[in-house]
């Protein structure tokens, strides 16, 4: 069994695997979308840019591809009844967890590995291809009636171009170089361009045309009539326009300072460092704000307490000493410590932006050193989401699979990203932040399992039908029909007796009760009474139906359909257990919803008694005029 677990799963797990990575790795590459388009780039920096990107998604593509397995390997067992025959050979539900569940701890801990070794070297070298790639000047492409600018310091227009001969014709050039004194026009009748060997140069040969140069430097504006400007005839021209099509990958090194990048042990020494930094920078402003604060308390001192210094010695409190004080020294002292809060005020914000940078730094790195774990526990998790809610749903292939698996990844990836955000910003506990969707999915796992396992109808949909339907006073339906073999044909003389009896039972019961009646709201809440007298009716009336139900008769079977099916028990109270009733009758504003609910009950079991009472009835005439 094992092996055949193993086997199917296997088949599953390599497949979802390479959806759910190419499917993070295509909204990845809609977000480079820019840099990978029109730069001309060749083929192998492009597949090393897949290659990176698709290591980086591994740790996330995997807990994923686990959910979506999963949930199609036990919905198909379901499906095809393999897991009932298990149970039904006592094999619990657990034990055909256990198989695939060693398989899963084995990737958990090769995710980790992958984690720690791979991934760094991979976002490392990702990083620096990107910035690269941002760096990269666009391939030529030039459109033809429109200006392009995509060279730097120049808008070029064209009229129409040969591609075969590679001529481009009613040439127009703007050229706008860093300095406005060498601002100028170029037009030509055709030219030609052309790159240079080292691909860092564009020569542009150009033919019979004009170019005009601002010649008043202080004017800078050569379209206005009255700057004065330069203009020169030429047969043939060439210009060099600085334009590097070559693609250099910067080093990564320069992204080792980023805490993705590196292992455990780099992050641990990381942390430890900005723990030194932050801890030597907050020495240091302490003692400055401490020496700042020792030199204004002497020259408050020294200059505004003189007189305030020299009241103490005959004053008997330093109150009464400053109500001595004129209203001009009082004002010039409470002015200079205005001046000195509010320069510490200054000082304190501007040491919270030096260290700001490095608590943030901080908590990236102790998060990043967390995630290295969470990611792994997350296939775990998924799981023991995945094979519990397929052995419940019991639906194989990708259809319900799929949606819900999709459901439940955006829920962990919007809780993921919520927790990162808020630790990364110090609002939360960094480490509450990288395991916040953990510590949400965790006890989902956990209650799916045990339901799975006790073969819970959690997700039967007759249930939370039948719940909404007692809920909010809805009667259902009979479903029944003509049996096509009938061993026992009904006692029809009995039956007749039966109805009668049951029909006299209803009516008395109706005028006992006065259903129409509001019910006695010290009785509903909190003297409970079992209703003896409805639950024999309604088993009397049970019983009839099963026996009347081995009838031919269509006529009869379709009454029997019609015929309301009693719940005593929701007449008689609202809650079940009778401290739930009573904490319901304590709290008025919901009690009084409750009891308005309880007589909307009678008002309908009123209702069912009657419509019980005239279909015994209907019952009795056709079996009086076709059975007997």
Not at 14 to 23: E, G, T
Not at 67 to 89: C, D, F, P, V, W
Not at 225 to 245: C, G, K, Q, V
Not at 436 to 448: D, E, G, I, T
């Amino acid at each position: 069994m094992d092996t055949y677990l193993l086997g199917k799963y296997l088949q599953l797990i390599v497949a979802s695997f390479v959806v759910c990575l190419s499917v993070l790795l295509m909204q990845y590459t809609f977000r480079y979308m820019e840099e990978l388009i029109g730069k001309g780039l060749e083929t192998t920096v492009i597949l090393k840019f897949f290659a990176y990107a698709s290591l980086t998604m591994v740790p996330m593509a995997l807990p994923l591809s686990l959910l979506l397995a999963s949930l199609i390997t036990y919905g198909n067992l379901g499906e095809s009844r393999e897991l009932l025959a298990m149970k039904a050979a006592g094999i619990p539900l657990l034990r055909v967890f256990r198989p695939v569940f060693l398989f899963v701890a084995l990737l958990s801990a090769g995710s980790f590995v992958f984690q720690n070794s791979v991934m760094p070297y991979a976002v490392k070298e990702l990083a620096a291809l990107v910035w690269s790639m941002k760096q990269k000047n666009p391939e030529l492409d030039i459109p033809e009636g429109q200006f392009y600018n995509a060279i730097p310091g120049y808008n070029l227009y064209v009229e129409n171009k040969n591609p075969e001969t590679g001529m481009l014709h009613e040439v127009m050039i703007y050229a706008n170089p860093s300095s406005p004194d060498d601002a100028q026009i170029v037009l030509a009748d055709s030219a030609r361009l052309q790159t240079t060997a080292d691909k860092r140069h564009l020569k542009l040969t150009l033919f019979q045309g004009e170019r005009f140069k601002n010649f008043d430097s202080q004017t800078g504006n050569m379209l206005r009539a009255e700057s004065p400007y330069m203009r020169e005839t030429f047969m043939h021209e060439e210009m060099l326009i600085n334009f590097d099509a070559n693609f250099d990958v910067m080093s990564s090194s320069q992204f080792s300072h980023n805490a993705q990048t590196k292992p455990l042990k780099e992050i641990s020494l990381g942390i430890d460092s900005l723990h030194a930094r932050i801890d030597s920078l907050g020495r240091s402003i302490y003692y400055m704000q401490l020496r700042g604060a020792m030199r204004r308390e002497s020259n408050l001192i020294g200059e505004d307490s003189a007189k305030l210094m020299a009241s103490l010695k005959e004053a008997p409190s330093l109150d009464k000493a400053w109500e001595e004080l004129s209203r001009e020294d009082k004002a010039a002292a409470l002015g200079r410590m205005q001046n000195a809060v509010a320069q510490s005020q200054n000082e304190y914000e501007f040491r919270s932006l030096m260290t700001e940078e490095d608590n943030r730094a901080l908590r990236v790195h102790r998060m990043e050193w967390y995630k290295k774990f969470t990611m792994s526990a997350a296939c775990i998790i998924f799981f023991f989401i995945g094979a519990p809610l397929g052995s419940i749903v019991r639906k194989g292939g990708l259809g319900i699979s799929v949606l819900l698996s999709t459901i439940i990844f955006i829920f962990y990836y919007i809780i993921n990203v919520s927790g990162e955000k808020m630790g990364k910003s110090g609002q939360w506990n960094p480490i509450f932040g990288v395991w916040f969707s953990s510590m949400v999915l965790a006890p989902l796992a956990a209650y799916l399992t045990i339901k799975s396992n006790r073969d819970s109808a959690v997700f039967n949909v007759d249930t939370y039908i039948n719940f909404f339907r007692q809920l909010f006073g809805i009667s259902p339906h009979r479903k029944l029909n003509v049996k096509d073999i009938v061993l026992n044909d009904p006692d029809y003389p009995a039956i007749i007796n039966r109805l009668d009896t049951l029909s006299q039972h209803c009516d008395a019961y109706i005028r006992r009760k006065q259903l129409t009646r509001l019910p006695n709201y010290i009785k509903i809440f909190f003297f409970y009474h079992p209703e003896t007298a409805l639950r024999q009716i309604e088993e009397e009336l049970e019983s009839v139906v099963e026996e009347l139900h081995n009838s031919r008769d269509h006529h009869i079977i379709k009454l029997l359909c019609d015929m309301p099916i009693l719940w005593p028990e929701s007449f008689a109270r609202p809650f079940s257990s009778p401290w739930a009733n009573r904490l319901i009758g304590i709290l008025l504003p919901i009690g009084i919803l409750f009891w308005l609910r309880m007589w909307q009950y009678r008002l309908r079991m009123k209702r069912d008694l009657n419509e019980t009472i005239r279909i015994n009835t209907k019952i009795s005439d056709i079996i009086k005029r076709t059975q007997l």
